[in-house]
């Protein structure tokens, strides 16, 4: 049984910085893609940042330069490093996973098909 833990959310003012952190039990990165998407309150979710086996990774166009998707030592974690936070990056941040995913972009842009999600952690910038 696949499970995906996030954590390391929480409160920070503008121009902040916040390391998400995801573990995964039941799943190893060895195929597919990894990846961060957010949804703010009345907002769709929207697809942050993604990463797969081919070593290839994708950003959504509001947080390149400034979010960092990356892999730990074990290939069942991956963390979300985001620098100069702005308002408008507060949303409740979840993990996925998927062994069939082929391409980081496509991963962000179509997880219609993605199948290990995990419960979120909640990310809110102030002003």
């Known amino acids: 049984q696949v499970q995906l833990v996030e954590s390391g959310g929480g409160s920070v003012q503008a121009g902040g910085s916040l390391r998400l952190s995801c573990a995964a039990s039941g799943y190893t990165y060895s195929s597919g893609c990894m990846g961060w998407f957010r949804q703010a309150l009345g907002k769709e979710r929207e697809g942050v940042a993604a990463i797969c086996d081919d070593g290839t990774s994708s950003y959504a166009d509001s947080v390149k330069g400034r979010f960092t998707v990356s892999q730990g030592n074990a290939e069942n974690t991956l963390y979300l490093q985001m620098n100069s936070l702005k308002p408008e990056d507060t949303a409740m941040y979840y993990c996925?996973?998927?062994?069939?995913?082929?391409?980081?972009?496509?991963?962000?842009?179509?997880?219609?098909?993605?199948?290990?999600w995990g419960q979120g952690t909640q990310v809110t910038v102030s002003s």
């Open positions: 996925a996973a998927d062994p069939l995913y082929g391409t980081s972009l496509y991963f962000i842009s179509a997880p219609g098909k993605i199948n290990y």
